[in-house]
T-cell receptor
């Protein structure tokens, strides 16, 4: 079992929809969680970073962590075509090297 | 501010030819440096990481090697490319410490096609 699991998608939604992207992890040592956004043929960029359980909001993006169920989510409100990308979740675990999920491909169509 | 440069953006090489991809980081000292490969439709595969000059750790034994000749320079090499070396190569850096909490920052990537 991979330490960080993500459904690869693709997830296709209409413009304006609320998007929910999810990851599960298996290592209880994971304390920090990150979401990266990767456009096609580009390097991933850090989108959200969170430490504790609960929600963290940044504009249209909300990261949610539930450590009791080892479940992390990224919500995107009022999704735009420019949000079409692959979203990767990651956690450093017990080291400084993050473990990445495979990424979920999101398509927002006008 | 810190920036990471990676080149070239695209590379087409014949099987059996050598490879050299370069990555440099500006605006920070003693970064941890990483090389990842991302095959089509697959996740990020960590190839090498380095915590200092001349210090290289290999995660996946294969046809590639890495070197760190200077503090902020990381090079990925191969003496003879294989078809299976095709992929999207990413350089990344972070600084271990409580203030940065192991956030990883990526370069723009190199799309390598071995034909």
């Amino acid at each position: 079992q991979k330490e960080v699991e993500q459904d690869p998608g693709p997830l296709s939604v209409p413009e304006g929809a609320i998007v929910s992207l999810n990851c599960t992890y298996s290592n209880s040592a994971f304390q920090y969680f990150m979401w990266y956004r990767q456009y096609s043929r580009k390097g991933p960029e850090l989108l959200m970073y969170t430490y504790s359980s609960g929600n963290k909001e940044d504009g249209r993006f909300t990261a949610q962590v539930d450590k009791s169920s080892k479940y992390i989510s990224l919500f995107i409100r009022d999704s735009q075509p420019s949000d079409s990308a692959t979203y990767l979740c990651a956690s450093p675990g017990g080291s400084y090297i993050p473990t990445f999920g495979r990424g979920t491909s999101l398509i927002v169509h006008p | 501010s810190q920036t990471i440069h990676q080149w070239p953006a695209t590379l087409v090489q014949p099987v059996g030819s050598p490879l050299s991809l370069e990555c440099t980081v500006e605006g920070t000292s003693n970064p941890n440096l990483y090389w990842y490969r991302q095959a089509a439709g697959r996740g990020l595969q960590l190839l090498f990481y380095s915590v200092g000059i001349g210090q290289i750790s290999s995660e996946v034994p294969q046809n590639l090697s890495a070197s760190r000749p200077q503090d902020r320079q990381f090079i990925l090499s191969s003496k003879k490319l294989l078809l299976s070396d095709s992929g999207f190569y990413l350089c990344a850096w972070n600084v271990e410490g409580a203030s940065t909490n192991e956030k990883l920052f990526f370069g723009s990537g190199t799309q390598l096609s071995v034909l």
